[in-house]
């Protein structure tokens, strides 16, 4: 409580005008900032024909496992871009999560799920890190229920007035740093970053809000893989973030790291070293 939190380490080492802009813009989305991002593909899709003949054929290395591949470790070796506001202070997350979504089956109708994990760039492969998400897929298009699951069906018997009482006290709870780590862990919202894949389903990309609930200060949203005027196969990404988490300038080379590692994917294959004060 009052500059602690179970899933955060306040920011002390800020300019005045940075520690200023939470009480200028209170909220998140007083404070969202948009870009698109064009990545080339082919260098891609060249080294996942390599690499997936190695791997078993219902678990292939796809675009989208690069893209979390490059955007875990782009939180680890920029920490700036993984941090929060709460109660009008910049707070750094203690680890990196990715969560991001998925139809249970792909025909118009099928219930969406939300997958989020806890990445370690640090000391995992790309592989491994395949292998992980395939596991957590699984259990999810299974139907089993996650902690958040169960947490939001129980409140749902509830009347709609108390669902906004309990809310209320819960985003206070918050507010203070007082709710519990196994509680943050669990909920898909407290994250680094959340993404989707509407290139699975042949869409563009598209502009997402953040949530005021919840932690996570980027949305990325990858869209279909295009052909360009030169011939070669390029996707893009679309970005929101929350701006009072760091400058545009920090968080424009931090993108720019994503890009330049999925155009080289090699980059991708072994654990990176941490930032030396990690």
């Given amino acids: 409580m009052f500059g ?22 209170p909220k998140r989305n007083d404070s969202l900032f948009y870009m698109n991002q064009e990545i080339s593909a082919d260098a891609a ?19 989208f496992h690069l893209y979390l591949r490059a955007m875990s470790m782009a ?14 202070r910049l707070w750094q997350r203690d680890g990196v999560w990715i969560t991001f979504s ?6 118009d109708g099928a219930p969406m799920i939300t997958i989020k994990r806890r990445f370690h760039p640090e000391r995992e492969t790309l592989a491994e890190m395949t292998d992980a998400t395939y596991v957590q897929l699984k259990a ?6 996650t902690t958040s699951d169960r947490e939001m069906k129980w409140m749902l018997r509830l009347p709609g007035p108390l669902i906004r ?5 819960y985003r206070l709870g918050d507010h203070f740093g007082l709710v519990p780590r196994k509680m943050i862990d669990a909920d898909p919202l407290y994250t680094s970053v959340f993404v989707a ?6 869409y563009p990309a598209g502009f997402h809000h ?13 869209g279909k893989t295009d052909r360009g005027a030169d011939g070669g196969r390029k996707f893009t990404v679309a970005w929101t973030y929350d701006e009072r988490m760091e400058d545009g300038l920090y968080s424009y080379h931090t993108l720019e790291m994503v890009r330049h590692w999925i155009e080289n994917p090699e980059m991708l294959v072994d654990p990176v070293e941490p930032p030396e004060d990690h």
């Fill in 4 to 25: 602690k939190r179970p899933d955060a380490t306040l920011v002390r080492d800020l300019s005045a005008m940075r520690r200023f802009m939470p009480y200028v813009s």
């Fill in 45 to 63: 899709y060249e080294f996942l024909g390599q690499i997936n003949k190695e791997r078993p054929r219902n678990r292939p290395i796809t675009l």
């Fill in 75 to 88: 939180l680890l070796l920029r920490p700036g871009v993984n941090r929060f506001v709460k109660a009008s």
């Fill in 102 to 107: 998925a139809k249970r089956k792909l025909i």
């Fill in 140 to 145: 999810g298009r299974a139907g089993k229920q």
């Fill in 165 to 169: 009482v309990a809310l209320a006290i």
């Fill in 197 to 202: 894949n509407l290139g699975s389903i042949n």
């Fill in 210 to 222: 953040l949530w005021e609930y919840g932690t996570a200060s980027v949305f990325g949203v990858m």
